[in-house]
C-alpha cells in the first residue's frame, strides 16, 4: 500500500517540478524548487532526530534521492523504509533506474548529499515532504483535491 502511495507521490512530484535533467541554456532557475531543497537539507538533522525515537503511529520514513546516470542527467526517486545508523542512511529504492541497474524495493546505501527531500508520517499527518508540499501548491484545484484524496494523511501547513 505504501509502495503505491509513494508511486503516486513521484508522479504527482515529476508532473508539477521543472525538467531537472535539461540544460542551463534552455532552462530557468526555479527559485521554489531550490528553497524546497534547501530546506530539506537544513532540516535533515530534525529528520534523523526525529527516527532515531520509535513513535506508535509512525506509517512512513522516506527520503527523496538525486541519482545520476552515466549521461549526467539525474532522476529523483523516493527511497522509503529508510534508517540511519553509524552516520549512514539505507532504504528500499521506490523505483526502478535501468541506467543504473536498479530495481524497486533493493535495499540501498544513501550518501547524504544526494537528500534532496525527506517525509516521515505520524499520527496521519505529513512531516517534512517539502518538495511534496511545493507540488500540491502548484496543481490546480482539481488536481490538488484529486491528489489529496489519493493519501492516508493530511498535510498541514
Request: net charge negative; hydrophobic share 40%; charged share 30%.
Amino acid at each position: 500500500m505504501y509502495r503505491s502511495l509513494i508511486l503516486v507521490l513521484c508522479l504527482f512530484a515529476f508532473a508539477c517540478a521543472p525538467n531537472l535533467t535539461a540544460t542551463s541554456q534552455t532552462s530557468t532557475k526555479d527559485v521554489e524548487l531550490d528553497a524546497a531543497i534547501q530546506q530539506a537539507r537544513d532540516s535533515l538533522d530534525v529528520f534523523i532526530e526525529r527516527i532515531a525515537s520509535p513513535h506508535r503511529n509512525r506509517t512512513l520514513v522516506a527520503v527523496k534521492v538525486r541519482f545520476f546516470s552515466p549521461d549526467g542527467s539525474s532522476q529523483d526517486i523516493w527511497a522509503d523504509g529508510v534508517t540511519y545508523t553509524d552516520d549512514t542512511f539505507r532504504g528500499n529504492m521506490g523505483d526502478d533506474i535501468p541506467a543504473l541497474k536498479l530495481k524497486i524495493d533493493e535495499k540501498i546505501t544513501i550518501l547524504r548529499e544526494n537528500i534532496i527531500d525527506w517525509m516521515i508520517v505520524e499520527d496521519g499527518k505529513l512531516i517534512g515532504g517539502y518538495t511534496i508540499r511545493l507540488a500540491v501548491q502548484r496543481m490546480s484545484p482539481e488536481e490538488k483535491e484529486r491528489f489529496l484524496k489519493t493519501l492516508d494523511y493530511s498535510i498541514d501547513d
